[in-house]
């Protein structure tokens, strides 16, 4: 194989999610050729330097092609399907699934991938366009560890890191454990910071304190703002949280492994839902922990640190 | 107030987390008096050049005096008891308590010293001794805001952070509800690890992924090596944080703010005491959620990143 | 002592759970005497046959007297007090506490009585004022045994069961877990019905079935009317309830003992607090649960069985 | 059709349960014929007063015939199959299924009857053998009221009560709202009762007060002697109650009603599994609640009321 900065890349599937990744990779000087299936939301990667495939098949003569559409039949159509990338007689060197989808899905996309001779690596990645676009999303990649060692510069173009977890569909299951965690992290965040406010303790000043310690993270830091203006503009609804709790907790079940903080987040999830957040940013849960808590919650002018 | 750099220090208490503290000042050339009830805990900072007070109320001529004891009783006797810092003619300007005590005790103190005309400030401090010794510990801290601007540069000497929250108590709630995120982030860990692990992903290859995400913390990564060596080795015990989060559901309580998660933790420390981890380190909930999980747990020989 | 058919009896307290009690002594033809601070409030009972003491103390000449008071504070007040039963030169054989205190204050008190030879019964009741006018309530008593079995007649009069629990104050902690096992119960219900309801089976529907199985209970089928008409008239507050969790929780904390479901519902019940239903019937869980499941609840015209 | 007690009964699947309830038939002299795969678990019944048919098809000249086999799949085969019920000219005018299937398979079947003109019934039953024999058990109904008004003498044969609950599948859902209503008091009673014996109140004295009070059930009278006894026998294990609370979760996350209680008693289902509970009876939720109060408990040889 090539040397990764050489080799001509595809980019299938230009929403706004894949649109900012491929850019990464524009902006870096790769040769990239794009495919999606309104073809207009590829115009701004042209601008940026890319080209543009007329069939989708035709990204089948790239050395390595990175997948990223929105659900599992989704992939199944685009690879496998009757006119997808593996139906011509070209096939590329690897695929790169960066869409989160179930483990059956992937497996079953792989299968019919070796069967071609083609290597396939389970990529999902986290983050929104905006961090994608600011360079702090981070993959979670499985499947050979050859393939990935090979586009792991790629993968850091477009991210800030990538983790090879396995051989299989590892990547899958480590994605629903950290959406798990973040869900986790967001209602224990609400938990102690309307005890902080409702005692007395103004929330920018809790939150900045919390974002000094070692318990900060990246994502409570960018999410401050948010918390403070009381801004629940989605960027990822509670009903899709609960989609990813409810695949955590299958696994969870296949595993036969408890999960008592996380089973109660789930509900809580289901009561914003109730109580008419399912459509907001699953920041939110917030403002449900404000209501339980007969808090009247205002924007806090202060900015965050 | 002369110029922080040149005042004259006293440092009450000099126990593992009084003795790291005091190292750090003493280490940046302050000039530092120090007094314990056992006096020689003071000889690792009198050979590294502190000097010691032979009875307790000398330190009443230092411009600032820190006080760390482990107990509310401890702070009243060693600050307004009869033979205590302000039981003779002279009086420090300012007293940084940085122990963890109840509000109650603390505004109790606080009366005594402003009485005197002494400036009093609640300075709790986050991390262990090891943390402190690295620099790594944080302070929050309340009570005149002139006084914490006077020295703030000395905690930050002896710590990674200070941050001013309120002129009164705050910061002892500020500090129980950031205890309180802490056994909260400690029991989501342990659910998403235990399930990532059972599901076939080794737990180094899971926290190694997980540290290099958004939702990475600092405390995590430096617990990483103790959660693959399952040494439970107290740096503070199950029984202590259980003591942690029944002040801060009292404060919740008080306040009338429904903790869902919290109390589920609280409910999950204590059957880790009645499973026999009461005296190991609470990051011993992660060996209760293996045993949940029916999961035989073992050291993992990989190292963390 | 001779029969307790012919023993006089006294009854101090007639609020409206302590006249409902003595009534049904009074109504029994037994010879009782009673004394309440307000006067007024034993008007009844003496247009029943009761007769009234002008001065509490005057209740000291009775066999045995029955205390039924609001408060701990009132317990020692009425009992122990400068102006209380024991104040005089007379004692009764039997002193029998129907109010639920706490520990400390039921074991304070009967060590003043054991000291003048006054045998003291520790007998919470269940029930609220219809539920006793129906003969419907239970106590739980402890204390020595061989006064209880004296009692035991008396109570039965009153109650539709007494049982005894031991010598000492197991009685009141016995009485703490029966309330925390009617709020799991209530919770328990809320939670089922709703989802009964929502899923297309009218609430009657599933009440009444419910209520002819081995699950069912004579509390649930008395209360079954409120749930179909919503009705969160109180008789014991969502407040009083949460009041009770505390003390349970407390009793826990003391044992070692994790509780996971009743903490989850001491939350609920702060969430219901402030969500507005601080004084309503602690039924009312069953309101927030439908409002936590987006169900818009209206009352069920049907009767119940 | 004809009145009930003249009419010819048809009994498809003599398992335990299927036996003990066909029993009750043939004990009030109804003309029963039997049927069963594994042909000698009929015996009983045949000595008892059964007839037994050689072929299943040969029930179908029945007017009632009731079905209680283990399994969906079950179901399906002995009413749908191609040597099924109806897979013979004959077909009864009623079908009563007793089995708890999920809802769509009793549709599927429904329909399948439908078309041929026969009715059909769903009617789960609560209880075990043990229940069924003494008369004990419960049904819960749906499918044509005219149906069910037609063969309720004969449910009230078997069982003590049978409760119509609507046209379709909602009997099968009021069943498992029952069954998520008993894991719930299990896990209630568990805590409340190791928390009266931690505390000091033998067992046997705390579970003989609350069954004497208005939340006693005749549920837990029944097993108060296997709670003393310590005795795990399975009546219904802690995984089939564990498959009973996924399916209930199922539901109620198609309804969107959140459950925290039951979420947290499937948790605690997982749990017991994982501390070695998988084929004990649920009622060892006991157990491990002790061993998580670090309570060692022993056998409480007092015998319950």
Redesign the interface.
Known sequence: MTNSSSRSLGWLGTGRMGAAMAHRLVGANHDVTVWNRTKDKTDDLVAAGARVADALVQLATCDVVFVMVATPADLEEVVTGAAGLLSGPNAPGLIVSCSSVDVATSAKVRGVASERGVAFLAAPV??NPH?VAAG?S?F?VSGPQAAFDDVAPLLETIA??A?W??EGE?AL??KI??N???G??V???S??????E????ARH??L???N????????VR?RTPDLLALDWTPTFTTELLRKDF?L?MG??????????????????L??A????YRDSDFLSLFAL?G?????ELHRDVATGE
């Open positions: 986290s983050g961090v702090g981070s979670v800030r890191s983790v977890v396995g590892e299951l480590v454990c950290h798990l965690y973040l986790l992290i209602q224990s965040l938990e102690v910071t309307v005890l902080a409702k005692s007395g303790v000043v809790f900045d304190f919390l000094s310690t070692g318990l900060a993270t990246d994502w960018r409810e955590g696994v969870a079940r296949s595993a036969e492994v408890p999960m008592p903080l996380a089973a109660g987040v789930l509900q809580l289901q009561s839902i109730g109580h008419g922990q209501a339980s808590s007969g808090l």
